[in-house]
């Protein structure tokens, strides 16, 4: 008796493994070539206090087929800090998804913080496209402190994927 059920749970496995792969859970659409790409990040302030809001704005792309919802992250030094959930796909002309988040600095310790997003789904056929790092870091102070090399509080950052036109996001 007791082969018999290990035979049939490696028979239940194989059936789930074969209902993934062919494309079961995209509604048995099996060649859906499904590509998201973090187009761009804006970061502002790149100056600011501890205790200061950083916003920062993302663009994702959906550059192929498909449907779904996923989940952005807002990555501060690698490290995802916010969440969004959000859905791609429902029309054609749904091709560009703008996500805000919001970074409360109150408790970071002053330094140079690296933000960039990324967004994953299963079955991307472009993975490498999913993350975007801004260049320039944001700088943090403590409160009431003054930036290196005089300048003000404030400034912006924008990074965008240089395979997309600044004016394909603009749009």
Known sequence: M???????????????????????????????NIDLAVRQVTVAPVRAH????????????????????????????????????FSWGRSAGERQHRLYFEWDT????????RIGAEAFVWGDSSPFDNRLDVKQPVVIVPPGAGFPGGEEAGGSATETDPRFGKSSVDG
Do not use: C
């Open 2 to 32: 007791r082969g018999s059920m290990r035979g049939v749970w490696i028979a239940a496995v194989f059936v789930a493994m074969v209902a993934v792969a062919g494309g079961a859970v995209h509604g048995g659409e099996p060649d859906l």
């Open 106 to 113: 109150r408790g970071i310790a002053p330094g140079e913080y």
């Open 50 to 85: 501890a205790g200061d809001v950083i916003r920062v704005d993302v663009v994702i792309g959906n550059k192929a087929e498909g449907m779904g919802t996923t989940a952005a992250d807002l990555l501060v030094n690698g490290k995802s800090v916010s969440r969004q959930l």
